[in-house]
C-alpha cells in the first residue's frame, strides 16, 4: 500500500518526468576555505597560466589582494568560501570591493562530502559545488545596515559587562551587610545610585544615606535607614568603588554607542523612503520617553520613517526587538520571497523530518539568530496579554508546554512583522481574530460543554432577538 506522496512519486515516473541532470550553472567560480594561518583557493582546470588550479595564500593584506589579483587574472567572477569564525571578513570585504560576487557558505553545507578532509580538498569541493549551483550563501545586509548593526551589537556587549559591574557592586553591599536592594527595588536606579555613590564617598551614617530618598519610593525614609545600617570595612569599599568606577565608564561607552547609532538612522536613511508628512505620524512617536534600557534617541520615529510603519503597535514587540530587527535586517525584505522564508531563515518555524512518508518529527533547528531571541523575548511578554495574539500564546501553552509555545507565538510575531513591512500596511488586531471554520467549531463546542457542566444552554442570538 503506498502513501499519497509516493503515488504521486510513481506518477511521475510513468509520466517520464524525472529530475533535471546537474549543469554547470556558475562557470567561471572559485572557491576559498579559510584559516587563520593559510588560505586556500581553487579555481576551474585550466584557468591558471601556470597549471596550477589550487594555491595557498598568506592571511596578510598583501596576501588577501594577490588573491584578488589572482582571480582576477584567472577570469573567476564568483566567489564561494567558508564562514570560519571572523577570519572570513577581511577576505569578503576586499573580494567585494573588487568587484567580485562572494556567497558566504556554512559549513554545514558540505561537511558530507567524501574523502579526507583537508583545506585542499575543502577549497576544491566549494569550487566544484559552487559551479553547479548547490550552495546557499548566508544572509548579509546592505553596507549601511553593517555598521548599524556592528553599534548596536557593541552596545549589547557593553550592557552585558555593565550586568556584571552591577553583580560586583551588589556582593560588595552584601559583604559590608547594607542592604540598599531591600531598601529599594533596583540599586541602579535614581535612589540606589545617590545611595551607592554615598558611600563610596565616605559617607556611613545610615540617617544622611537614607535622606537620599527619591520621593517616588514605596518603602518610608525610616525602613531605608533600617536597612542602611553596616559594616563598612576597608577592603569592600574599595571593590564598591572600582565596580562604580566601571559601571560609569561603561555607561559612557554605551551612550558613545548610541550616539553613534544615531547618526546612522539619521545620514544612512534610504532615499526611497522619504519622510512621511507630519499629520501621519502619531502624536506618541513624537513624545518619546524611553523606558530603562531603551535607547536614548527616538528610536520608533526613525523606525517608522525607515520601514513606513509602526511595528512598536504590536502587542508584545518593544522599542528593543524593532532595534534589534532594524540592525541585524535592515528595511530591505527582498532576499526572502515569503513569510515562510523569513520565519525558516530565523529558525522559528517547524522542522520538517519526514521520512518513509511519515512525519517523524517537527522540532525547529538550533540557532543562535539575535533576531529570533528577540522575537521569542517579545512572545514571553504575552503570557497576561488580552489580546489576540495573548491568547494564541495561552493556547499554545496549553497545547504544547511553555517552551514550545514561546516559539510558536515568536513565529506568528515574525510573520506579522514581514507581512506589515512588505506590504506596507498598519497593525490590525482584528485581522487576528478571524478565526477559520475549524476553530469556530472548536470553540463552539467547548462553550456548549461548558455551559451544559454549570446547567445552562446556549441559545444563537438571532432565536433569542426573534423571540
Not at 209 to 227: D, G, P, V, W, Y
Not at 322 to 351: I, N, Q, R
Request: with cysteine; charged share 25%; proline share 4%.
Amino acid at each position: 500500500m503506498y502513501t499519497a506522496d509516493e503515488k504521486k512519486q510513481l506518477e511521475k515516473l510513468a509520466k517520464g518526468i524525472l529530475p533535471r541532470s546537474l549543469e554547470k550553472i556558475h562557470l567561471n567560480t572559485a572557491g576559498i576555505d579559510i584559516s587563520p594561518k593559510i588560505h586556500a583557493v581553487a579555481v576551474p582546470e585550466g584557468r591558471d597560466p601556470a597549471g596550477q588550479n589550487v594555491r595557498q595564500f598568506g592571511p596578510t593584506t598583501p596576501e588577501l589582494k594577490a588573491i584578488a589579483q589572482w582571480l582576477r587574472e584567472c577570469g573567476v567572477e564568483s566567489v564561494a568560501m567558508e564562514s570560519t569564525g571572523v577570519y572570513w571578513v577581511p577576505m569578503f570585504e576586499i573580494l567585494e570591493a573588487c568587484g567580485f560576487e562572494v556567497i558566504l557558505v556554512h559549513a554545514n553545507a558540505f561537511r558530507n562530502v567524501p574523502g579526507k578532509k583537508t583545506d585542499i580538498q575543502d577549497c576544491q569541493w566549494l569550487q566544484t559545488l559552487h559551479t553547479y549551483g548547490l550552495l546557499r550563501g548566508c544572509f548579509r545586509p546592505a553596507e549601511d545596515i553593517l555598521s548599524l548593526r556592528s553599534y548596536s551589537r557593541e552596545r549589547q556587549d557593553l550592557i552585558e559587562m555593565r550586568s556584571s559591574q552591577v553583580q560586583k557592586m551588589q556582593k560588595a553591599l552584601d559583604q559590608m551587610n547594607v542592604l540598599v536592594h531591600r531598601a529599594v527595588s533596583d540599586i541602579t536606579g535614581l535612589t540606589g545610585m545617590n545611595i551607592i555613590r554615598a558611600i563610596v564617598g565616605g559617607e556611613s551614617d545610615p540617617k544622611k544615606l537614607a535622606t537620599f530618598r527619591n520621593r517616588r519610593c514605596h518603602k518610608s525614609e525610616q525602613k531605608i535607614e533600617e536597612a542602611l545600617s553596616g559594616n563598612f570595612l576597608e577592603r569592600h569599599l574599595f571593590s564598591l568603588k572600582i565596580a562604580l568606577e566601571q559601571y560609569d565608564h561603561l555607561q559612557g561607552l554605551i551612550q558613545v554607542c548610541e550616539l553613534k547609532m544615531e547618526e546612522s538612522f539619521i545620514q544612512q536613511m534610504p532615499n526611497a523612503l522619504a519622510e512621511p508628512p507630519a499629520d501621519e505620524i502619531e502624536a506618541r512617536l513624537v513624545k518619546f520617553r524611553p523606558r530603562k534600557g531603551d535607547p536614548h534617541f527616538n528610536l520608533p520615529l526613525l523606525a517608522k520613517k525607515m520601514l513606513g510603519v509602526d511595528c512598536t503597535a504590536i502587542d508584545g514587540i518593544s522599542i528593543r526587538t524593532m532595534m534589534t530587527f532594524v540592525c541585524e535586517v535592515g528595511y530591505d525584505l527582498s532576499p526572502w520571497k515569503t513569510a515562510e522564508h523569513f520565519t525558516s531563515w530565523l529558525a522559528l518555524c517547524p522542522g520538517n523530518h519526514k521520512t518513509g512518508g511519515v512525519q517523524r518529527s517537527g522540532r525547529t533547528r538550533k540557532s543562535s539568530n539575535r533576531l529570533a531571541q528577540a522575537f521569542r523575548n517579545a512572545a514571553n511578554t504575552l503570557h497576561k496579554n488580552k489580546g489576540p495574539l495573548g491568547v494564541y500564546l495561552r493556547k499554545m501553552k496549553a497545547t504544547l508546554g511553555k517552551a514550545k509555545a514561546i516559539t510558536a507565538t515568536a513565529h506568528k510575531l515574525a510573520r506579522v512583522v514581514y507581512v506589515m513591512i512588505k506590504e506596507g500596511k498598519e497593525y490590525d488586531s482584528e485581522l487576528l481574530k478571524n478565526q477559520n471554520p475549524k476553530q469556530q467549531r472548536s470553540s463552539l463546542k467547548g462553550l456548549k460543554r461548558w455551559a451544559a457542566e454549570m446547567g445552562y444552554e446556549l441559545v444563537p442570538q438571532a432565536a433569542t432577538e426573534s423571540c
